[in-house]
């Protein structure tokens, strides 16, 4: 059964860099045929796709965030990271990482527990 | 980006009601259609992918069904551990989008 674990400071300034990192056990990054990615959702607001990366390495970004996201693994450390540049307070959010397969209407089927980004100086 | 618009963005029951939620995308999106369900402080859980397909271990009186545009989410008989927020998602066209989300609140 995936896991998923996401770690990272809660508390970013205005203009920095967002770094969240997700760990995965319960099998490998690099020999499934998933996608993993991170979706965010604002406090008492709805669910927003951030990106994704395929175990190929291919990457799909939110074209709303697109300037500013990058998503990356380490499959030697079975992770995944998140690096949002200048954020502002709009970034302010709990970011979920989480996986979906290739089926059909690729569903998420596995998500971390979340975790709340504060932006604030 | 597609629409997703669901209705109603909150409503009241008891346990043992039936309940239906509605998901309208703002084109057509065949059945690349899933639902969650998330309670507070918690990450969704999929219920149902495909549009009907009930995920694994979800109990049986939830149920999707629709096609192109219109979609529901169908709860045959509220139980307690019901009461929290769905969310429909489309995954026709990048960037998959969710709807707004329904909360089912006690009556």
């Known amino acids: 059964q995936l896991q998923l674990q996401e770690t990272g400071p809660g508390l970013v300034k205005p203009s920095e860099t967002l770094s969240l990192t997700c760990i995965v056990s319960g099998g490998s990054i690099s020999r499934s045929s998933r996608y993993w990615g991170w979706i965010r959702q604002p406090p008492g607001k709805g669910l927003e796709w951030v990106g994704s990366?395929?175990?190929?390495?291919?990457?799909y970004y939110n074209p709303s965030l697109k300037s500013r996201v990058t998503i990356s693994v380490d499959t030697s450390k079975n992770q995944f990271s998140l690096k949002l540049s200048s954020v502002t307070a709009a970034d302010a959010a709990v970011y979920y990482c989480?996986?979906?397969?290739?089926?059909?209407?690729?569903?998420?089927?596995?998500w971390g527990q979340g975790t709340l980004v504060t932006v604030s100086s | 980006d597609i629409q997703m618009t669901q209705s109603p963005s909150s409503l009241s029951a008891s346990v043992g009601d039936r309940v239906t939620i509605i998901c309208r995308a703002s084109?057509?999106?065949?059945?690349?259609l899933n639902w969650y369900q998330q309670k507070p402080g918690k990450a969704p859980v999929l219920l149902i992918y495909?549009?009907?397909t009930l995920q694994s271990g979800v109990p049986s009186r939830f149920s999707g069904s629709g096609s192109e545009t219109d979609f529901t989410l169908t709860i045959s008989s509220l139980q307690p551990e019901d009461f929290a927020s769905y969310y429909c998602q489309q995954s026709f066209i990048s960037p998959p989008t969710f709807g707004q989300g329904t909360k089912v609140e006690l009556k």
């Open positions: 495909a549009a009907s």
């Open positions: 084109q057509s999106i065949s059945a690349y």
């Open positions: 990366i395929y175990s190929s390495g291919s990457t």
């Open positions: 989480a996986t979906y397969s290739g089926d059909y209407s690729l569903p998420i089927d596995h």
